[in-house]
């Protein structure tokens, strides 16, 4: 997993120019009331001793691990946890995780103004949303860019004046080369790897503290709340329990990640900033070396 990491100035980073803007402004996609999320206040007490840690994409694999691991954390109590949902958080998550959630809308924003209101200012965010299958980004290209491309989640976090946040951005191999170095020019081959490229140069420029992890292929166990997307263990074993052949790539190097592993590093970042670390630029392996 490559790491990308800035505080308070740009990281070292060659990125190819992103598909423009008026191509997948957020202006463009239509909103229907029936979309549009329904706002319930949940069960909080603040804490003004206790930092902040809100998961945008609770509700998604990582995230569903990432808040189980915060959740069971030694020493938790120390932090407050919130998450955001789509459309309906699972009630099996709410009764296994019981924080704070919150509906949101990240394709123009919406939800972000009840979150401050309720959750008050994050200290560290970690985006876990995406849309995420190659197929589903090649179907509704405009889709994919205004929700991959955080624009609504970096204003948002930019507009705070009380303190300083970390966001912790998840993004992808699918736009490079195999074994790739980080002056290297992107090679996006579809419009995932696009969105994601196009995200990291959103970010870049308008974000002042910021990590970028850049997993491969995700696997491990199954969540608290089943999803829905195929995950690759799950799917593997599916196919040879039933004995089916099965067209797999050959022209990829792809280097798969244990889900815990990229949680640990989530969970690392989090704690050297919220104890007031200063965030450098570091690569994989020294990052590694130092867990």
């Known amino acids: 997993m490559n790491i990308l990491l800035s505080y308070s100035s740009g990281p070292l980073i060659t990125i190819v120019p992103p598909i423009p803007e008026s191509q997948y402004s957020q202006s463009q996609i239509p909103q229907s009331e029936s979309f549009r999320p329904r706002f319930r206040k949940p069960t909080y007490s603040s804490n003004m001793n206790k930092k902040r840690i809100l998961v945008v994409g609770g509700t998604g694999y990582l995230g569903q691990h990432l808040l189980q691991s915060f959740a069971n954390l030694q020493g938790s109590s120390s932090y407050d946890l919130a998450f955001t949902y789509c459309s309906t958080p699972p009630s099996d998550l709410l009764h296994a995780l019981p924080q704070s959630h919150f509906p949101l809308d990240l394709r123009i924003g919406d939800g972000f103004d009840f979150i401050t209101d309720t959750f008050g200012q994050p200290d560290v965010v970690v985006n ?132 815990n592993d990229v949680v640990r590093v989530i969970i690392a970042l989090t704690k050297k900033w919220v104890i007031g670390e200063k965030l450098v630029f570091i690569d994989s392996y020294a990052l590694e070396e130092s867990l």
């Open 128 to 259: 876990c949303a995406a849309l995420s299958v190659p197929r589903a980004c090649e179907a509704d290209p405009l889709a994919a860019m205004c929700i991959n491309v955080p624009k609504s989640l970096v204003s948002w976090i930019s507009s705070f004046k009380e303190k300083e946040t970390l966001l912790i951005h998840l993004s992808t191999d699918q736009g490079t080369k195999s074994y790739y170095k980080e002056e290297d020019k992107t090679l996006p081959v579809n419009i995932y790897g696009r969105s994601k490229v196009a995200a990291e140069e959103f970010i870049n420029s308008h974000c002042s503290n910021f990590a970028i992890l850049r997993s491969s292929i995700i696997y491990g166990p199954q969540t608290v709340s089943p999803v829905l997307k195929s995950l690759p263990i799950q799917w593997i074993d599916d196919i040879l329990s039933k004995g089916n052949n099965v067209d797999f790539f050959f022209d990829e190097f792809r280097s798969p990640v244990f889900v």
